[in-house]
T-cell receptor, first 113, second 115 residues
Framework: ETGVTQSPTHLIKTRGQQVTLRCSSQ?????VSWYQQALGQGPQFIFQ???????GRGNFPPRFSGLQFPNYSSELNVNALELDDSALYLC???FGGGGNTIYFGEGSWLTVV | DQQVKQNSPSLSVQEGRISILNCDYT??????FLWYKKYPAEGPTFLIS?????DKNEDGRFTVFLNKSAKHLSLHIVPSQPGDSAVYFC??????????????FGQGTILTVHP
């Protein structure tokens, strides 16, 4: 139990639609990162939010966007869904930097048909 | 460009023996490393980490070794148990600047521990 909760756990969307995934970080954690894990691969960094601002982004197009709220919870939004967006989306939280441990949620499985 | 590599897709070990999982990295800017364990349909679970200022860190049955000159780290599990069967991911990150939440993961190694 990491204290990082994600919703929904599973969802199916049609190509071209939009999706919003949600994450509640562990209590006291002010940094949230999102990762995409395709089948058979390691997680890939999408972006990170620190104190409500995007603070680092991986190699993902602008149709992947996010928000962090004052309570440090976060959303990942993906517009114009493509079949290749089908993956497990993981949220991770930590307290600042300095090598503090990063804890992951259970993930949201997205299938795009 | 795969900056973190786990070259063994799978490893099979007998219960009670040692499991050694390996990881190589190319980016010398990485200064902390973590190992995660993942069961199907679950998120990664943190196991153990090591800072680049150390060459060894131990936590119970898990020990991580870091060889900075070779850009290589390994996870030792002793003794291995059937419940350790899972996918193990090596991840690397930076403690400085604003990128501390950005981990670069390897592809994973499937560990199977046979009773």
């Amino acid at each position: 139990e990491t204290g990082v909760t994600q919703s929904p756990t599973h969802l199916i969307k049609t190509r071209g639609q939009q999706v919003t995934l949600r994450c509640s970080s562990q209590s006291g954690h002010n940094t949230v990162s999102w990762y995409q894990q395709a089948l058979g691969q390691g997680p890939q960094f999408i972006f990170q939010y620190y104190r409500e601002e995007e603070n680092g982004r991986g190699n993902f197009p602008p149709r992947f966007s996010g928000l962090q709220f004052p309570n440090y919870s976060s959303e990942l939004n993906v517009n114009a869904l493509e079949l290749d967006d089908s993956a497990l989306y993981l949220c991770a939280s930590s307290f600042g930097g300095g090598g503090n441990t990063i804890y992951f949620g259970e993930g949201s499985w997205l299938t795009v048909v | 460009d795969q900056q973190v590599k786990q070259n063994s897709p799978s490893l099979s070990v007998q219960e009670g023996r040692i499991s050694i999982l390996n990881c190589d990295y190319t980016n010398s800017m990485f200064d902390y490393f973590l190992w995660y364990k993942k069961y199907p349909a679950e998120g990664p679970t943190f196991l153990i980490s090591i800072s680049s200022i150390k060459d060894k860190n131990e936590d119970g049955r898990f020990t991580v070794f870091l060889n900075k000159s070779a850009k290589h780290l390994s996870l030792h599990i002793v003794p291995s148990q059937p419940g350790d069967s899972a996918v193990y991911f090596c991840a690397a990150g930076y403690t400085g600047g604003t990128s501390y939440g950005k981990l670069t993961f390897g592809q994973g190694t499937i560990l199977t521990v046979h009773p």
